[in-house]
């Protein structure tokens, strides 16, 4: 699934291509990526708007159209946002087309059907309605903030993380990261936490995602541009640790697989 650095690279994708640009036609392609609209009122509503600002809050990215309002996408399991130009092939399973006089395009690709577009009349209201918590590498997110908000969870510390409305943006894959980068066991329970466990965890979180951001890579989207030390490479069976090249394990958590070094990463007592 997209987590906030794929998300975040696709915001750079859009601002550095779409961004105020007027849509002179929408086209969708599929009614069932639809969250809260009709696809006449939907399509109404793009048609004739300027995408005149961006922005990203956790898994989300909310683009504002000068008509007023946002449009809202989520990119489910393996969803991305593609530009193109008239003579480049459109791209397999664009959901929604926003098509702009200048012969670009956008496409919101959804293979899986599985993330969802809609409208929403304001960006703060979205976000509480969703009850989503504050963004990972929100300047304003302190470490006191975020310290309260996990140590205040009886549950193990992956689980924790991965909960959106605890911090928005980090899913399966770079849970494993940030805990592997903070040498923390994913079953050790976020209220047992000391304090510099706190701290090295908080900085790993915006070390991770800040770098994977900057490489321009992803988790499952070129990670051959992220770091060798990074777990990420070796998140598979029969992969080795790269800081001691023991043996990658893996447990289930509610249906998903984490991956950790038993070495680096001891289980709690």
């Known amino acids: 699934m997209p987590e906030l650095p794929e998300v975040e690279i696709f915001k ?6 779409c961004l ?15 969250g809260n609209s009709s696809p006449a009122r939907l399509v109404a509503r793009l048609k004739g708007a300027r995408l005149s600002a961006s922005r990203r809050h ?43 006089g200048d012969d670009h395009h956008l496409a919101y690709v959804n293979p899986r059907l599985l993330g969802r577009v809609e409208l929403a009349a304001d960006a703060d209201a979205f976000i509480a309605r969703e009850k989503l918590g504050p963004d990972a590498l929100d300047a304003k997110l302190s470490l006191a903030e975020f310290a309260r908000a996990v140590a205040g969870r009886r ?14 943006g980090i899913g399966n894959i ?20 000391q304090r510099g466990d ?6 790993k979180t915006r070390s991770v995602l800040r770098l994977a951001v900057r490489r321009g890579g ?17 998140r598979k069976k029969g992969g080795r640790c790269p800081r001691c090249d023991g043996a990658v394990a893996a447990i289930k958590f509610s249906g998903r697989t984490a ?10 007592r």
Not at 12 to 17: E, I, K, M, N, P
Not at 174 to 193: M, T
């Open 218 to 234: 992803g988790a499952e989207q070129a990670p051959e541009r992220l770091p060798r030390g990074f777990l990420i490479r070796e």
């Open 174 to 193: 770079y849970s494993d990261e940030i805990l592997f980068q903070a040498r923390l066991h994913p079953r050790v329970r976020a209220d047992r936490l």
């Open 58 to 100: 956790g898994k989300y990215l909310l683009i504002a159209l000068d008509k007023a309002g946002w449009l809202v996408m989520h990119f489910g399991m393996n969803g991305s946002l593609r530009h193109f130009r008239s003579d480049d092939e459109d791209p397999a399973y664009d959901r929604l087309r926003l098509d702009f």
């Open 259 to 268: 991956y950790y070094c038993p070495r680096c990463q001891p289980a709690p």
């Open 155 to 168: 549950r193990d510390l992956k689980s924790v993380l991965m909960d959106q409305s605890v911090v928005a």
């Open 12 to 17: 750079r994708h859009l601002d550095a291509t």
């Open 20 to 34: 105020g640009r007027r849509i002179s036609g929408a086209s969708l392609r599929d009614r069932r990526i639809i």
């Open 198 to 203: 706190l701290k090295r965890l908080f900085n």
